[in-house]
């Protein structure tokens, strides 16, 4: 009964809420729980069950007062909200990609069906994208600007123009990554179609790989990054600024790791602390039920027909491996010319 309660309230899909930095994203999952569970809760309970009982009771009868049986309704005491306490003391939600507790942004949560869209969604292996910020100047033992100071360096002599070379030099070392994990041809009609598409990307799990890279803001020692990638842990991102005021003959630490997008969910669409509630949920995921459907389609479509596509080709390697046996060297050269 419970189960179907919650199905009729439209909790059956995926939404997005905007984590805040200093709480851990399992926290953020158990608040959104908990503040669920109290407005079902709250919602119209269906009528306490009635039982039939027969009470004693007295009457007025010809020689005084007579004890008698009067039929009673009475509730079951079993089924009262005051004796079985709330209906609903759990609610399944799964967590999206997970923010560790210093990083803010979007964070994407499942309910009801929305679990196993959760699995396809880390199965169609989806970008996401960071605005990152770093300071120059210092160098901590975990790469944010909270741990402990390791060493502080002049930054004078870093330009804008050096940082943007430094930059490109990391996103064509990923690009070239992203290809080989990729395991595609780009001589290919099948490439180009891909890359029309947007859908060249390894469809295994691979290190982290950064898709694109570029400096919103430089105003020395402060700058600004955005950062397309997949694969990555928000630890990966502190590296890459570190990584880059070494490059730069200087240091650097990480101040902020802000999630903007994962996969096709955005800022726009993740709700505020002020917003996470039964019917701004409700909203959200059927405003997202259409676009997770087709984006999630279009990704998993293009994985299926690429593993179609390699076994088919392990099929005909295997087949030709098979006609060859026993087939002398001169004789397999005979065949070739």
Same mark, same amino acid.
């Given at each position: 009964?419970?189960?179907?309660?919650?199905?009729?309230?439209?909790?059956?899909?995926?939404?997005? %809420?905007?984590?805040?930095?200093?709480?851990?994203?399992? +926290?953020?999952?158990?608040? %959104?729980?908990?503040?669920?569970?109290?407005?079902?809760?709250?919602?119209?309970?269906?009528?306490?069950?009635? =039982?039939? +009982?027969?009470?004693?009771?007295?009457?007025?009868?010809?020689?005084?007062?007579?004890?008698?049986?009067?039929?009673?309704?009475?509730?079951?005491?079993?089924?009262?909200?005051?004796?079985?306490?709330?209906?609903?003391?759990?609610?399944?939600?799964?967590?999206?990609?997970?923010?560790?507790?210093?990083?803010?942004?979007?964070?994407?949560?499942?309910?009801?069906?929305?679990?196993?869209?959760?699995?396809?969604?880390?199965?169609?292996?989806?970008?996401?994208?960071?605005?990152?910020?770093?300071?120059?100047?210092?160098?901590?033992?975990?790469?944010?600007?909270?741990?402990?100071?390791?060493?502080?360096?002049?930054?004078?002599?870093?330009?804008?123009?050096?940082?943007?070379?430094?930059?490109?030099?990391? =996103?064509?070392?990923?690009?070239?990554?992203?290809?080989?994990?990729?395991?595609?041809?780009?001589?290919?009609?099948?490439?180009?179609?891909?890359?029309?598409?947007?859908?060249? +990307?390894?469809?295994?799990?691979?290190?982290?790989?950064?898709?694109?890279?570029?400096?919103?803001?430089?105003?020395?020692?402060?700058?600004?990054?955005?950062? =397309?990638?997949?694969?990555?842990?928000?630890?990966?991102?502190?590296?890459?600024?570190?990584?880059?005021?070494?490059?730069?003959?200087?240091?650097? %630490?990480?101040?902020?790791?802000?999630?903007?997008?994962?996969?096709?969910?955005?800022?726009?669409?993740?709700?505020?602390?002020?917003?996470?509630?039964?019917?701004?949920?409700?909203?959200?995921?059927?405003?997202?039920?259409?676009?997770?459907?087709?984006?999630?389609?279009?990704?998993?479509?293009?994985?299926?027909?690429?593993?179609?596509?390699?076994?088919?080709?392990?099929?005909?390697?295997?087949?030709?491996?098979?006609?060859?046996?026993?087939?002398?060297?001169?004789?397999?050269?005979?065949?070739?010319?």
């Amino acid at each position: 009964m419970a189960a179907r309660r919650v199905a009729r309230t439209g909790l059956n899909g995926l939404f997005a %809420v905007y984590k805040p930095p200093g709480v851990a994203s399992i +926290r953020v999952r158990d608040i %959104v729980e908990t503040l669920l569970l109290k407005e079902l809760n709250s919602l119209e309970q269906p009528a306490v069950q009635q =039982q039939v +009982r027969f009470l004693p009771t007295t009457i007025e009868g010809n020689a005084g007062k007579e004890l008698t049986l009067a039929v009673t309704q009475l509730p079951v005491l079993a089924a009262h909200p005051l004796v079985r306490g709330p209906e609903l003391t759990h609610l399944k939600i799964g967590a999206g990609h997970r923010l560790d507790t210093k990083s803010s942004g979007v964070f994407v949560l499942g309910v009801g069906h929305g679990n196993k869209l959760l699995t396809d969604m880390y199965n169609a292996h989806l970008t996401r994208a960071y605005t990152v910020r770093g300071l120059f100047g210092k160098a901590t033992d975990d790469f944010s600007d909270t741990g402990k100071l390791i060493e502080k360096t002049t930054f004078d002599h870093v330009t804008r123009d050096k940082l943007e070379r430094i930059l490109a030099v990391i =996103q064509g070392t990923n690009h070239k990554a992203l290809l080989m994990y990729s395991n595609i041809d780009l001589k290919t009609q099948e490439a180009y179609e891909l890359a029309i598409e947007g859908l060249i +990307r390894p469809m295994e799990k691979t290190p982290p790989l950064i898709t694109a890279i570029r400096c919103l803001q430089f105003a020395p020692p402060e700058f600004q990054l955005e950062i =397309q990638c997949l694969h990555e842990t928000q630890q990966y991102l502190r590296k890459i600024v570190h990584e880059i005021g070494l490059e730069l003959k200087s240091t650097a %630490v990480c101040t902020q790791v802000r999630r903007t997008r994962d996969g096709f969910f955005t800022l726009d669409n993740a709700l505020l602390r002020m917003h996470w509630n039964l019917q701004n949920i409700r909203n959200s995921i059927q405003d997202s039920k259409i676009k997770v459907k087709l984006e999630l389609q279009r990704s998993l479509g293009h994985q299926a027909r690429s593993g179609k596509r390699h076994t088919d080709m392990d099929q005909v390697a295997a087949s030709e491996l098979h006609s060859t046996e026993g087939t002398s060297a001169s004789d397999l050269t005979h065949k070739m010319r």
